[in-house]
């Protein structure tokens, strides 16, 4: 971390959860100035699945604790427009797309920015896993010490010049020793529950979330051989892999063994599903990405770097080749099961997050 003192104003991005809690926590025992910060992303929640409420609460207390102001900032305007439509697109395309990822390149790494730098910021910290090495070639972005938190896959397509003046204070802790320091404070929410899933979804299923939002599209579904075996809502609601939700009965010639989906046939609305949970159409060696967003791009790029599809996924030894439009061809050793569009598909070389890039054909 850069030399500071007390007169380096740091606004932390406070979630109501934990992990920001500490990051505010740690930057004001190391003697700088600290502002909170508190993001309203989501304000429609008729039903009362968005937690928003009560995290605002649960900030409030913090800030009281830590004795350290806390502002609070309207993004829903921006969050619908940047990140919500797009979700929505993507699903109806079929795509299967993550919104945390573009919660952070458009949202938590733009307005938050530019508001906290009108606050009078000089850094902006968050509670993301994550570590960031400030250095005469600008910042690079590693891996978090807790490889089970590690937050790097949503901060892959983060500008580099977005992370000039990023922090990252609980990067290189673990989460047994984030809440540890947290009840040592006596921080209220030291016991909070991480969240899980998406604000605006909660704990309802995804497929009950996008039928209020996505009209029905009937269609039929297939095994491999073209035969219907039953019928779908919309192809929407399924995702490459899925075993659950199908509704298959039991049917004459076929073994009593779930039904995975191999496939989707956009222009018949046909869902392909087989009971061959190895089926070579759920394993793929190689994918190109969108133009790649570059956190930054080494020159040449490392001869044996690794990959993750999602989050949390173990890193796979690959190769990439850089496409003459922006795009990156990433060949697997291994065949990666259920790699679809909208995923994202995230470069490492050993501790360092290179970027990462939409999916955008599976080969």
Known sequence: MRDMNASTHVVVGLSGGVDSAVAALLLKQQGYRVSGLYMVNWTEDEEGY????????DARAVCEELDIPLHRVDFSKEYRARVFERFLADYAAGKTPNPDVLCNREVKFQPFREHALRLGADFIATGHYARIAHGPGGPRLLR???????????LATVE???????????GGLTKPEVRRLAQQAGLPNHRKRDSTGICFIGERSMRE??????APAPGPIEDERGRVVGEHPGLMFFTLGQRRG???????????????????????RALVVSQDARHPRL????????????????????AAPQARIRHRQAFQDCRAQMQPDGRVR???????RAAVAGQYAVLYDGEECLGGGEIETVL
């Open 50 to 57: 968005c937690t928003a409420a009560q995290d605002y609460q």
């Open 283 to 302: 394993h793929r060696r190689a994918l190109v990405t969108q133009p790649f967003h570059w956190v930054r791009r080494p020159e040449p790029l490392p």
């Open 144 to 154: 978090a010490v807790d490889a089970n938190k590690d937050q790097t896959y949503f």
């Open 330 to 336: 990433i060949e697997f050793a291994q065949p990666q």
């Open 160 to 170: 580099h010049a977005m992370l000039e003046r990023v922090l990252y204070p609980v």
């Open 209 to 214: 979330f996008l039928a209020r939002y996505l």
């Open 246 to 268: 199908l509704r298959i009965g039991g049917r004459r010639g076929a073994a009593e063994k779930p039904w995975y989906v191999i496939g989707k046939d956009a222009a018949r």
